[in-house]
């Protein structure tokens, strides 16, 4: 039995979206004001706590071997406690819960955070698996401060959930219904962080467009978080290519501070699988509203998410698929082997038939045709003047090359310099792969 009455030590990990990162953030705030500590090392913590995705089947096998692996690792001698969040906790709680071969002490789902002191004790004091993974229509955490890592960038949810149900996807069942935080909320937690010293900002929610509270829109609190003295640079995902009115775009292209990258889901470029999908646009509606995008914002980024193999998808349709990102030329793409998962629309009414064999080769050549997009858009670069924000999450990494990101939020490696995390640099593009590219920074006599 672990000690009830000492300060007990948390480790956390995180799985999955930038969601579940802010969620850890809220985490770590609710718990350390219940005089919790949180470390760095698993074998020195108390408890573990697994902040869990559920998107993919991958995701679900990675979190199970850690379990195992941790319960090994620390034997009968060391014991810990063990708890499930996030989104395989709403997902899988029946099975969570029953597995008796999974020991697992406490299980908490996405919008349970707040009762997880009381949740941790129960466990502690009756050895039973305590569990929450009641889904709220309202919890939105606007009143817990995130404890943030230091670093160029901070997260912030402005909504949660998702009422899109595409019929591939879990998220709408792991994390429920629509929810926004008020827009003066959402600002005084971005003044606060400006004031902390963060450059950057990047809004978050699972359709961080379709943001609504009464009757303020994404457009408004995108330029109400933009009026904030001393922030640099306001990102945002994802949206869903369904809410971008024009006032959106003509703030994402006047406004200075909106970074000129848009991440644009296509997930298919047939229009039988984008119905089946239910999507809501066709091809052609994206493709027009790519057009519109670049018209409005000359030499935006846009980056996407594409779903290969989704149930009856035929070689013809997957070849629409390639046409599409031919056409666009997006800057990068995440690509998925379409994945079955419980309790979606399409795990009840469509089969995942197409073989795997057949997923492999189909990703590989989507890979193969956005790495030579991404390349040759990269080499167009070379010689461009960019600025870029020194970026902290890597810049202990290596020695002799700094990483920045561009305001498309293109990686660039500069040699060493006198720059601090957060400065902003203007270099010259001097050579490109398809991944990254290499700078040079620019003498003031040359800008
Ligand atoms: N809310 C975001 C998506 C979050 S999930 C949005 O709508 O853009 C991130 C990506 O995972 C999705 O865009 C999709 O491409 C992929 N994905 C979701 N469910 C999947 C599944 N069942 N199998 C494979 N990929 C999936
Ligand atoms: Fe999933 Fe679709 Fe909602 Fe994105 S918009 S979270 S893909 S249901
Ligand atoms: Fe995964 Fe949940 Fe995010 S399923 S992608 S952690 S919303």
Request: aromatic share 8%; with cysteine; hydrophobic share 35%.
């Amino acid at each position: 039995m672990i000690n009830n009455t000492l300060q007990k030590k948390i480790f956390i990990e995180t799985y999955g979206c930038q969601m579940n990162e802010y969620d850890s953030e809220l985490v770590r705030s609710i718990l350390k004001k219940e005089n919790y500590e949180f470390v760095t090392d698993e074998l020195k913590a108390d408890i573990v706590m697994l902040n869990t995705c559920a998107i993919r089947e991958h995701a679900h096998r990675v979190v199970y071997g850690r379990v195992y692996h941790i319960r090994h690792l620390r034997g009968k001698d060391n014991p810990v406690m063990i708890g499930i969040l996030g989104c395989m906790a709403t997902n899988l709680r029946q099975e969570l819960l029953e597995n008796r071969n999974l020991k697992i002490d406490f299980i908490a789902g996405p919008d349970s955070y707040k009762r997880l002191p009381q949740l941790i004790r129960e466990a502690m004091d009756t050895g039973q698996k305590a569990y929450d993974v009641t889904l709220s229509e309202f919890e939105t955490y606007s009143d817990i401060t995130p404890s943030r890592k230091e670093g160029v960038n901070a997260w912030i949810a402005v909504m949660r959930g998702c009422n899109n149900f595409c019929t591939f996807c879990v998220v709408p069942y792991t994390r429920g219904r629509e929810r926004s935080r008020s827009p003066q909320n959402v600002v005084e937690e971005v003044r606060r962080l400006s004031d902390e010293g963060f450059k950057q900002v990047t809004l978050l929610g699972q359709n961080v467009n379709s943001y609504r509270y009464e009757d303020y829109d994404f457009a408004y609190l995108l330029e109400e978080v933009s009026k904030v003295d001393g922030l640099e640079r306001i990102r945002f995902t994802s949206p869903h290519p369904k809410d971008f009115p024009d006032r959106l775009l003509e703030i994402v292209a006047n406004n200075p501070k909106v970074c000129k990258h848009i991440h644009l889901p296509l997930q298919a470029g047939n229009n039988r699988i984008l119905d089946l999908m239910n999507r809501t646009y066709t091809r052609e509606e994206f493709l027009g509203l790519v057009d519109k995008m670049r018209a409005l914002i000359p030499h935006v980024a846009l980056s996407t998410d594409i779903i290969i193999g989704f149930c009856s998808e035929t070689e013809a349709e997957f070849e629409e698929t390639l046409d599409v990102v031919r056409r666009v030329e997006f800057d990068s793409a995440f690509t998925f082997k379409y994945s079955q998962r419980k309790g979606t629309i399409a795990s009840k009414k469509y089969p995942d038939d197409v073989p795997d064999n057949k997923k492999t080769d189909r990703i590989m050549r989507l890979n193969d045709l956005q790495k030579e997009i991404s390349y040759r858009k990269n080499q167009a670069h070379i010689g461009q003047v960019q600025e870029i924000l020194i970026d902290a999450a890597s810049a202990n990494r290596s020695q002799d090359q700094i990483p920045g990101r561009t305001d498309g939020n293109q990686l660039v490696m500069i040699p060493p310099g006198p720059y601090k995390v957060g400065d902003l640099v203007k270099v010259r593009i001097t050579d490109a792969t398809p991944h990254a590219l290499k700078g040079a920074p620019m003498f003031p006599e040359e800008t």
